[in-house]
């Protein structure tokens, strides 16, 4: 009996753990090997290449650009950023901004589900049981979870992966996740697919594109608006003390 149990809780170890270790051990590996084919010098090597593909095959572009983004997302990949550009330069800013968020969504899902069946569920129950300031903490992020996930997809220093890991190591559930991913990450991708929609100029001009644009004020304070919007809720529960709006 006490061998079926270890071999039962091997597999289950597996079955929890195995894709979590493959994203680490996918991420790790494709921080070095694929630095120089995830670039912006990639993209602007191969533009020509990547029309002509587009204008021929049409939604073999979009699937293939659908699954590289998305693959790119769930493994923690260099080379969002360029991701995000090549969409608007492949698409325009309306649809290549559509095809970003959708797939940075699905593929923060994924890693976000990941996460949780690895590490979160064992974290949570933790937290749930811990006493003192971890369980006041705990506390605060539940009563205010829909801010706070908005909160962290709109901040532009916060990094892509560590908002998608974060919740998963909270307990928020799916549903929350999914939405304030997809609605939170809309105003980036839209900056960024609109520099992405007029590289063509940028390369005729032989330029880089500003990749900081997105700190510059005309653009950095209407975000940094939204975020003290999505924060409103907070400090309401704070001034009258009501712990659900």
Not at 115 to 130: C, D, I
Not at 217 to 227: D, E, Q
Request: charged fraction near 15%.
């Amino acid at each position: 009996m006490t061998g079926m149990t270890t071999t039962e809780d091997k597999k289950s170890g597996i079955v929890r753990f195995g894709p979590l270790v493959l994203i680490v051990t996918v991420a790790a590996l494709g921080a070095f090997a694929l630095r120089d084919y995830l670039g912006f010098e990639a993209l602007r090597d191969n533009r020509e290449a990547l029309l002509a593909f587009r204008d021929s095959h049409f939604v073999l572009t979009v699937l293939g650009f659908f699954i590289a983004y998305i693959l790119i997302v769930t493994f923690s990949l260099p080379g969002a950023l360029i991701a995000t550009l090549t969409g608007g330069f492949l698409f325009g800013t309306a649809l290549g901004a559509a095809f970003n968020v959708m797939a940075a969504t699905i593929g923060a899902t994924l890693i976000f589900l990941v996460a949780r069946m690895g590490l979160g569920e064992k974290l949570k129950a933790r937290m749930e049981t811990s006493a003192g300031m971890v369980a006041r903490i705990k506390k605060r992020l539940d009563e205010n979870q829909w801010s706070m996930l908005f909160f962290i997809r709109l901040v532009p220093a916060v990094p892509f992966f560590v908002a998608n890991l974060i919740p998963a190591f909270l307990g928020v559930p799916l549903r929350r996740f999914v939405i304030s991913t997809f609605l939170g990450i809309i105003p980036g991708s839209l900056v960024y697919t609109s520099v992405g929609a007029g590289l063509g100029e940028v390369f005729a001009r032989g330029e880089t594109p500003n990749f900081g644009i997105i700190f510059e004020p005309h653009i950095l304070l209407p975000i940094l608006g939204l975020c003290a919007l999505s924060l409103l809720p907070v400090v309401i529960k704070a001034l009258t003390g009501k712990k659900d709006l």
